[in-house]
């Protein structure tokens, strides 16, 4: 087991904000927009989920690392975040399904990681003066250097981070959901549903939802033309979670724009935002975001207030959509739109996660709604 050295580091955000840790994971330095994520539990699935490319993650549970790293709670195949932010690190996991330290794992990919720090005091920052771009280092230690590269730094507004985790070619997903007795399960020898899903940087555990949800499920790039997306016949179409702007992935936009109505579609986080803007709707930039696995969202239609997994940085404005869509699901922390669907077409999106990984299973029937969309469809 290797225990990381107790080298100086140093965060510091482009408001001038700086505070001194101690250095774990790979050294050197690292800048991306800093957010805070309220999980208690899953920083591995956290550190892997590619929604949070361009961005350094800071956990406001203290503890981190305590239970290792396993291979079977990844989300993709590697760390998507550009830097790991904690109160304290744990070097010594006490897990049955451990096989690496989280200090191994963020020095095998890379991950500039900082512990030491107050982050009560950074997460009450954040939420004061919002999210900003900041710089961790182990190199360079100068609050003031540090400080002007944060500021120099490009933000996400507009950026395209979806091409940097999109895959490169068309796959099969064939691994469905877990359970403690066998892992996890194989798909149905011939499922009656055939799901074409857009990686926009999408996470295992929805591709294992749809597998489990009795589905065939083919993952393409981001970049797949509608056409050939169509050309697929494919039941029903998926537009999966992603990093960043969603007014940055304008292929996408016209994409969704062109499938609208052709098949049924469900939308996850940046694919929700991504079929708002496809139907002529607006976003905009929350001060925060919501990263966390305990955001309170009502069903409107029932009343019943789920407790759901969050991570996003940019929300859907659903005055834009007047007449088009209706309202599904509210956030009660600040009442943003939290799920919508088409008055007409066979098209519906949440902006939380129903897959959770981390997180409470409250909305995996979404799932199954997605399903009978696809059943009704059909006729």
């Not at 900003?132 to 996400?156: E, N, Y």
């Amino acid at each position: 087991m290797v225990v990381p050295d107790t080298k100086k580091a140093v965060l510091a955000l482009a408001d001038g904000w700086f505070a001194e840790g101690w250095s774990f994971g790979a050294q050197g330095e690292r800048v991306g927009e800093v957010i805070f994520n309220t999980s208690m539990t899953g920083y591995q699935e956290i550190l892997t989920d590619p929604s949070y490319k361009g961005q350094m993650v800071v956990m406001t549970y203290p503890l981190i690392g305590n239970y290792g790293i396993n291979p079977e709670d990844l989300e993709s195949a590697q760390p998507q975040v550009e830097g790991f932010i904690v109160k304290e690190y744990s070097p010594y996991p006490s897990n049955w399904r451990s096989q690496q330290t989280l200090h191994e794992y963020l020095t095998e990919y890379g991950i500039v990681a900082i512990q030491g720090i107050d982050t009560r005091a950074l997460t009450r920052h954040i939420r004061e003066k919002g999210a900003q771009q900041g710089t961790i280092s182990s190199a360079d230690i100068d609050p003031d250097s540090l400080v002007a590269k944060a500021r120099a730094a490009p933000g996400l507004i507009g950026r395209d981070l979806v091409k940097e985790v999109t895959c490169s070619e068309p796959y099969g997903w064939a691994e469905g959901v877990w359970s403690i007795e066998s892992g996890y399960s194989p798909a149905a020898a011939s499922p009656p549903h055939f799901i074409v899903a857009y990686d926009y940087g999408i996470k295992r555990n929805i591709l294992r939802q749809l597998i489990g949800s009795n589905c065939r499920v083919r993952v393409v790039p981001a970049h797949t033309t509608a056409d050939e997306v169509l050309a697929l016949n494919p039941d029903g179409i998926f537009l999966s979670n992603g990093p960043g702007d969603p007014e940055g992935v304008a292929y996408a936009i016209e994409n969704t724009r062109k499938l609208l109505g052709q098949k049924p579609i469900f939308g996850i986080c940046l694919g929700h935002q991504i079929l708002g803007l496809a139907l002529g709707g607006k976003t905009y930039k929350l001060k925060f975001g919501h990263h966390g696995a305990n955001h309170p969202v009502k069903e409107i239609a029932s009343g019943k207030i789920e407790i759901t997994a969050q991570n996003h940085g940019f929300a859907v404005e659903m005055d834009s959509l007047a007449g088009q869509v209706r309202l599904t699901h509210i956030n009660l922390y600040d009442q943003t739109v939290e799920g919508m669907e088409h008055l007409e077409l066979p098209a519906f999106s949440v902006q939380y996660h129903p897959e959770a990984s981390p997180g409470p299973h409250d909305a995996s029937y979404l799932f199954r709604r997605f399903i009978r969309l696809i059943e009704g469809s059909k006729g």
